[in-house]
């Protein structure tokens, strides 16, 4: 975090405190939603079509974060610290622009097996 010393980031952060930074493999599960989302299509079956979805995906997730030092190359994470839960947020923001409205229910990061974020968006955090 650029807002606290050297000192307090070491002793916040641990090992993820590296000034050059530090990898992680992290997965993202989305979860789509029927009970605010569009009703089925009738011909396809599907709320969204499954390619679609996996181009959003790419645009959304894939193509800002793989294979980046966040706080490098990608500009939301030059101001806003790169922790998993923030990853979520950033994830969460980047779909909701492409996913037809109401669609969006969840999204979960595993930074590992033990470690997992989920965020369901401002307006149900408090659910």
Request: aromatic share 8%; net charge negative; glycine share 4%.
């Amino acid at each position: 975090s650029k807002s606290l010393s050297d000192e307090e980031n070491l002793k916040l952060f641990g090992k993820c405190n590296n000034p050059n930074g530090h990898g992680h493999n992290y997965k993202a599960r989305l979860l789509i939603s029927l009970l605010f989302s569009p009703q089925i299509d009738p011909v396809s079956g599907m709320v969204i079509n499954l390619t679609d979805l996996k181009e959003y995906m790419q645009e959304a997730i894939m193509k800002p974060l793989d294979h980046k030092n966040l706080d490098k190359d990608v500009p939301y994470f030059a101001e806003v610290v790169s922790t998993t839960e923030n990853v979520a947020v950033f994830i969460w923001e980047n779909l909701k622009k492409l996913l037809p409205v109401g669609t969006l229910y969840k999204v979960k990061v595993y930074e590992t097996d033990q470690n997992i974020v989920v965020y369901k968006g401002e307006e149900t955090a408090s659910e």
